[in-house]
């Protein structure tokens, strides 16, 4: 079992930046890939960002790309998302997740991931 820890939430005016961390600890020397999803008020939990821990090939939503870089330290076994230019509607709950499943396609869906954080709040003011 990996353990996600997650940090890095906050407040913050709508442009600025924030920094997430998710440190795994337990089996993390499985990592085959980790990912960030949100889940904004009412609505149901998405897909952000995920990176392949060999390699460190990264896959973003459509609504992050350009804003949003997902990076890891493989000998801290964290990942990280570096959010830019926020938007009231990033504010939700970041979680993060983590796989030992080796996938040909990319990581996006939640069924790919085994281990989940206890999430993280972000909240964008206009």
């Known amino acids: 079992q990996v353990q996600l820890v997650e940090s890095g939430g906050g407040l913050v005016q709508a442009g600025g930046s924030l920094r997430l961390s998710c440190a795994a600890s337990?089996?993390?020397?499985?990592?085959?890939?980790m990912a960030w999803f949100r889940q904004a008020p009412g609505k149901e939990r998405v897909f952000v960002a995920s990176?392949?821990?060999?390699?460190?090939?990264?896959y973003y939503a459509d609504s992050v790309s350009g804003r949003f870089a997902i990076s890891r330290d493989t000998a801290k076994n964290t990942v990280f998302l570096q959010m830019n230019s926020l938007k009231p509607e990033d504010t939700a709950v970041y979680y993060c997740a983590w796989t030992s499943k080796w996938y040909l396609s990319t990581y996006y869906r939640e069924y790919q991931f085994e281990s989940w954080g206890q999430g993280t709040r972000v909240t964008v003011s206009t």
């Open positions: 990176i392949r821990w060999s390699g460190g090939g990264t």
């Open positions: 337990g089996r993390s020397d499985s990592t085959y890939a």
